[in-house]
């Protein structure tokens, strides 16, 4: 086969392809260039069309927790193709899967799974409108929730690096009942409440954000939501489909010592197949249909191939551990980060938990969308791109999160920070 490269495939894609990709982040529009075509992975590296090899960052958005192809994983996924991909009837390792996340989340009492983050996000809401009666939801500011039509309004992400923080073809009368307030801004909340306590079904929030860039919540901010939502009878949703399992066996709720009512799943429960999972109080998810009369449903729902995936993950990041050394080895990457770009006359910030992180270039602080969208995006495409020529796939975009996994070593780490080395901020 002649190699092709990724200018070539990229023409060939936007023939057949709306702008050449399936996800809007992945044109590269916010860092400049064509995007690049990805061939094979392994642990931690890329290796693209043009035989080009990456240390990846991105980890597909966060999935690859314990690095790509790890063999655990391939092996339990070929054991359950070789019996079938999809029969639309319930299978045994559905209960296996919903089980695992019922023990691991003190919240999770039943779980729904589901085919994708978004999926789960559309069920959780209608779920709690269908609960309380009630149809205003609150939302944050730069927090994504996938593509939901109401949940599109001042959307971060990849809503937000393309500068459409919402869509057309999003009526108005599906936003109407969505009450957007800023991240982290804990006065805002009973100023909310006391004016439309009695109409909101739900508030919906990252617990920490993750897509406008990694921004650490306040405590007293989700503490005091907590607080409101139970006095006003109103389902708080943890949209946990970036941290669950990412930054603790579970999630963050047990670190934060607050149980959501509801939490939106993804990602790593799939150990890097499509997958997501509503679950909450057994209350709330028995009002789910057949058993309720709230009503969703998903042929691809519980996927064997993807709960196996997810079973296989789960399953190690038990035993395995890893979360502190994970956090640790980020924390000093970010560290020796910050001395080089410091010694550069850089001004920046990272922000950091776990085995995520974002670099803002620009700014001092970020604990918001606002103070998010100050960072220089420019000079972040400038450093992107030096990256990536480098050998070093960073997300395309200032406003996502760096992923850490298992498969890095303190090789990659150190062969990152001498590309960092030579960046040349003239040139930038």
Known sequence: MTMQTHKQLFAKAKRYIPGGVNSPVRAFQAVGGDPIFIEKAKGPYLYDAEGHKYIDYCGSWGPM??????????????????????FGVTTRLEIELAERIVKAVKSVEKVRLVSSGTEAVMTALRLARGATGRDKVIKFIGCYHGHVDHMLVQAGSGALTLGTPSSLGVPRDFTKHTLLLPYNDKAALPRAFAKYGDQIAAVIVEPVAGNMGVVVPEPAFLKKLRILCTKNKSVLIFDEVITGFRLAYGGVQKGLGIDADLTCLGKIIGGGFPIGACGGTASLMDCLAPQGKVYQAGTLSGNPVCVAAGIATLDLLKELKPYRELARNTAELCREIGVRLNGKGMSHTINQIGSMFTLFFGV?????????????????????????????????????????????SERDLARTLKVIDAWDMGAA
Do not use: C, W
């Open 65 to 86: 927790i314990l690095g790509h192809a790890r063999k655990e994983v391939l092996s339990a996924v070929k054991a359950v193709m070789g019996r079938g991909t999809s």
């Open 364 to 408: 001092e602080k970020v604990t918001d969308f606002g103070s998010a969208i100050k960072s220089n995006t420019a000079r972040y495409g400038a450093y992107f791109g030096h990256m990536l020529h480098s050998g070093v796939y960073l997300p395309p975009s200032q406003f996502e999160a760096n992923f850490l996994s298992t498969a890095h």
